[in-house]
């Protein structure tokens, strides 16, 4: 009886129910990606897909290929073995079918390539910069918005309010859903990785060198990752959290930190500033027309 439950429970952890991913982490027993919240993962989520099939059918293949020949070529059939060893269609097959697949498999990966390296007009800016361990948060393109993310003590965790064992963190970084958010990462000492399987972002942080990326969050909801680069002791005590809330939220969010939108240099907006005529030089038809004045 005893044996009969575990090989039920077996069976079981590897049925689609078992298989069904959470929103924002990865369950126990899951199988697959997590679910996609963001255009970059559903690109990613496709492309996987694609892959699997094409993987599943050419396993199949080889397998049916190798079970005819042993049956059929099986030394009891075959007392006399054959003496031919080329075969000029097939030796032609077998270098244009594989040929064929990775162009195939080449086209759709660098179209996503380019969709994920890309990043459109940028509605946010969050720089995030890794540090031995824990991680740093600076929405550029407001004043005084910034902060450190520590995880939650294990034993303060509180999973009534959606926390989660090494997942959750005392400052969850709040953006708002569908819009596009630029990604600058870097780090202050060791390499590290910001990625969030949800949003299908990771990039890695490298000290002196200010990396980018972008995600656009489709669906409200709580969103984990983690460091995904060994960078010491604490490494596996990185969590990343995310909270994707309407733009209403998001803006009562950003008041409530002190958090002020920048306002662009007034020499900036004014055309004869010193510093657009340097970016743009024109030419002063007054004074080529009257040099000595």
Known sequence: MKLFKCLL??????????????DGYAGS?????????????????DFHTMLVWIIAI????????????AV????????DPATFAHNTLIEVL?????VVILIVIAIPSFRLLYFEDRVPEPELTLKVTGYQWYWGYEYTDYDGLEFLAYPVPEDEIDESKGQRRLLSTDNPVV?????NIQVLVTSADVL???ALPSAGAKKDAVPGRLNETWMRIDEPGTYFGQCSEICGTGHAYMPIEFKAVPEVEFNAWVASKGGTAKVLN???ENPDSIENKLDNPKVDEDNIANPGV
Not at 9 to 22: E, K, N, V
Not at 29 to 45: K, T
Not at 94 to 98: A, E, L, S, Y
Not at 175 to 179: A, F, W
């Open 175 to 179: 953006v708002p859903i569908g819009k």
């Open 94 to 98: 077998w270098t244009i079918v594989p």
């Open 29 to 45: 027993w899951q199988l697959g990606l997590q679910n996609p919240v963001s255009p970059i993962l559903r690109e990613i989520y």
């Open 58 to 69: 050419i396993t199949l293949v080889v397998t049916a290929l190798l079970l005819y020949a």
């Open 9 to 22: 429970s077996a069976i079981l952890s590897f049925s689609p129910i078992s298989a069904m991913a959470q």
């Open 192 to 194: 590290h990785a910001f």
């Open 266 to 268: 007034s020499e900036t």
């Open 72 to 79: 059929k070529y099986r030394r009891r059939k075959n007392p």
